[in-house]
C-alpha cells in the first residue's frame, strides 16, 4: 500500500470498527454489505450512474429494499412505507436509492480508496482498520463504515435544534434521523434528485460517529461548518466529487449540475477554512 501524506498530527489510537461495537455492548444493523449485494445483484446489474432518483427507485424490488434498508436499521414506520410501497415515501425513497448507489459503486478497490491522497486523514484511519480485502470493491469498505454507525435509521420532519438540517445524528444511539430537506424546496423525488446526492448526505452522516458534530459558522453563526476536510461535511464532499470524477461522463446535464451545486455549496458554505479554495473536491468539474 502507498504511504500516506503525513498532515502532521499523530495517529489517533482506537478500536477496530468490530472491537468498538462489542466494548461498546451495541449490535449493528442485521444486514451488511454481502446480504444487500447477494439479494440486489439485479438492482445492481441494472444500474446506471446517471439515473434520477425518480427512475431509480421504480426499480427497486420490495425484497432489495428490505435488505438495503437494513443496512442502516431503517425505521420503516416512521417513514411511513414499506418495501412493497416505496413510493408512499419520497424521503425514505431517497434513501433507498443513496444506498443502492452506494452498493453499486464498484469501480474502485478498497485499495484505490486508502490511497486517494484526498481521502480526509481521520476517515482513513477508520478505514484501514476495517476488515475488508484491499481487493474488495469501495462499497463493501464504505458499508463497513456505514454500518458501524447507523444502527436505527428514521424520519422526522424537521430536526428540533436545527431546522435547515436534511439529516442529523444522535452518537449515543448510533441513529440517523433524515428529513424532507433531503429533497430541497421539492416535496417529491423528481428528475433533478440524483442519486449520489443522497449517497453523500448518509456518509455525512455515518461520519459524525468519527468527528462529532459540526461548529457554528464564522460568516453566519446560525449555520453549521466545520472548520477543514476533517469533518462530516469534508467526507461529504470528497463522496461527492468522487461520484463526478468517476461517472461525471455518464450523468445526464442536469444529474451532473446537481451533484456539483450539493458540492459546490457545501465547499464554499460550510467548510470554514481555506480547504474550500485548495483542496482537490472542491474544485472538480462536471465533464
Not at 205 to 227: F, K, T, W
Request: contains cysteine; glycine residues 6%; negative net charge.
Amino acid at each position: 500500500m502507498a504511504p500516506r501524506r503525513a498532515l502532521g498530527r499523530l495517529p489517533m489510537q482506537r478500536l477496530t470498527i468490530a472491537g468498538a461495537l462489542v466494548v461498546a455492548g451495541c449490535q449493528p444493523p442485521v444486514s451488511d454489505y454481502a446480504n444487500a449485494r447477494a439479494v440486489c445483484w439485479v438492482e445492481v446489474e441494472r444500474w446506471h450512474p446517471g439515473r434520477n432518483a425518480d427512475e431509480a427507485a421504480p426499480m427497486i424490488s420490495a425484497e432489495c429494499a428490505e435488505a438495503l434498508g437494513a443496512t442502516i436499521g431503517l425505521d420503516w414506520v416512521s417513514f411511513g412505507f414499506t418495501p412493497e410501497r416505496l413510493q408512499d415515501s419520497a424521503t425514505g425513497s431517497f434513501v433507498l436509492v443513496g444506498l443502492l448507489d452506494l452498493l453499486a459503486d464498484e469501480q474502485d478497490s478498497a485499495q484505490d480508496v486508502w490511497n486517494d491522497p484526498d481521502l480526509p486523514q481521520f476517515v482513513y484511519e477508520e478505514l484501514i482498520r476495517a476488515q475488508v480485502a484491499p481487493d474488495a470493491p469501495r462499497a463493501e469498505l464504505m458499508f463497513a463504515m456505514i454500518r458501524a454507525s447507523l444502527f436505527v435509521s428514521e424520519f422526522a420532519d424537521a430536526s428540533p435544534d436545527h431546522p435547515n438540517a436534511a439529516a442529523y445524528y444522535d452518537a449515543q444511539d448510533h441513529r440517523g434521523t433524515f428529513t424532507p430537506l433531503m429533497l430541497s424546496w421539492r416535496p417529491d423525488l423528481s428528475h433533478f434528485d440524483a442519486p449520489a446526492v443522497a449517497a453523500g448526505i448518509i456518509v455525512h452522516e455515518a461520519a459524525h460517529r468519527i468527528y462529532g458534530g459540526h461548529v457554528p459558522c464564522s460568516q453566519d453563526p446560525e449555520m453549521d461548518c466545520d472548520l477543514s476536510r476533517e469533518g462530516a461535511y469534508g467526507v461529504q464532499l470528497w463522496t461527492l466529487a468522487g461520484w463526478i470524477t468517476r461517472y461525471g461522463g455518464d450523468y445526464t446535464v442536469s444529474t451532473c449540475a446537481t451533484v456539483s451545486e450539493a458540492l459546490y455549496s457545501r465547499c464554499s458554505e460550510q467548510i470554514d477554512g481555506e480547504d474550500k479554495l485548495e483542496w482537490a473536491p472542491c474544485l472538480v468539474e462536471c465533464p
